[in-house]
């Protein structure tokens, strides 16, 4: 669709970034904190440990003064579950508690929007010894730690999200150091949908905890959702995306929106022997919450073709990469879309086009929660960080919400990844993604000063001009 004439951002749009705890705080162990799953998993060759991460427990004043340089609406980062509760339910940690408070109301002194994910990959440790998302008290833990957040965050913080990419913890868990495997287990798949199952009832009842205490409060759920397109008009790969589309993308949106169980996965689970144990009590649970709003991940599109019984199931590559469900659809590159230098597609086009896709479907809100490029930055001599590609890229996918808000869908917001540079789930440091680069590498921890990239003050002028001057 052609637009003469584009509507105007929104005049209250969340212009900001995003972080995760474990990816940026450091402190691992510090203060009362417990370790977390990412403290505690086997760290992949080549990469940093998370224990001083870029440090922003002990500099996130710095952090979020150079946010509020970048005129931040809104600053999404996550809470530690284990420097809140050590050992993930009982005991809370007060030294974690006023860190958050800290940070929230270093935020709240620059007028900027603490956007709090409760859950980003990073499991108490405690907790995973006692069984993780495979046991049914896990639901019980997470409300636990959710009434605890909302009790000492509530009066200031207003927008919630649940879990980060559950889609992601679901489908990659290995990559991102996540994945729990109970001795015993005879079939994966089918432990892997119930732990699923767990995290959406548990998320269900997160947002049902905060509508009663926290009436003015928004909730959602933040899925990584990026459309999966047929490799051809052969009506069989059409088929096929339709099939990756359920498994990769609705599942998570149609539990936490209607509270089903998407048609076409809930059928490939069968095949399987793999649905989860439900009781009606969880499925009360899931119809009765609401999202106020869909927190969206979007890094790129995904393309397959119809597969048969013989493909070989696995994935290549990471978390963006390709994925073969045998029978199901089978992943294949895009001819028509170039790579990142760490192999993922970049689809701008395909941003309108998710935001469209969901906005059609679900008719809520859409907060841009991540998008961003993975690159490798150099610092200068004279202390600059030439980061034309990353400007280019974030130009790119702001151009679509621009569009996609004229087609009509309901944007809130852009909270890219990251605000600052941070440890990637399994490359490291030097897959850089900030506007403000942190001097270190990966085994060394250098100055750990701070940088303004050229992406910090071209985003400043994004964000200066409601993003109507996206020029360099
Ligand atoms: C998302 C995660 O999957 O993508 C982030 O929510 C992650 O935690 C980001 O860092 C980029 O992925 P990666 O693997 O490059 O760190």
Known sequence: MLHKDLKPFPDDFFWGASSSAYQVEGAALEDGKGPSCQDVKEIPEGTSDLSVSVDHYHRYKEDIALMAEMGFKSYRFSISWSRILPDGTGAVNPQGIAFY??????????????????????????????????KRESID????????????????????????EQNMLTLVGPIIGTLHVPEGTTNLTKEIYQQNHHQLVAQAKAMQICHQMLPEAKIGPAPNIALV????SKPEDVIASQNFNAIRNWLYL???????????VWSYLEEHDATPQVTAEDLAIMKAAKPDFLGINYYNTATVEASTEEDQAGVVGDQQSRQTFPGIARSVPNPNLVKTEFGWEIDPIGFRSTVREIYSRYRLPILITENGLGAYDSLTEDGKVHDPYRIDYLRHHIEQIHLAITDGVEMM???????????????????????????????????????RKDSFYWYKKVIATNGQDLSD
């Open 101 to 134: 408070n800290n940070l929230i109301d270093e935020c709240l002194k620059y007028g900027i929007e603490p956007i709090v994910t409760m859950f980003h990959f990073d499991m108490p440790a405690a907790l995973d010894e006692r069984g993780s998302w495979s």
């Open 141 to 164: 833990w997470f409300a636990e730690f959710a009434t605890v957040l909302f009790e000492n965050f509530g009066d200031r913080v207003k927008y919630w999200l649940t879990i980060n």
């Open 229 to 232: 397109y047929a490799a051809s």
């Open 254 to 264: 149609d539990a936490a929106v209607y509270g089903v169980y998407n048609n076409l």
């Open 413 to 451: 917001g852009y909270n890219p990844w990251s605000a600052i540079d941070l440890i990637s789930t399994h490359e490291g440091i030097k897959k850089r993604y900030g506007f403000i680069y942190v001097d270190r590498d990966d085994f060394d921890l250098k100055t750990l000063k701070r940088y």
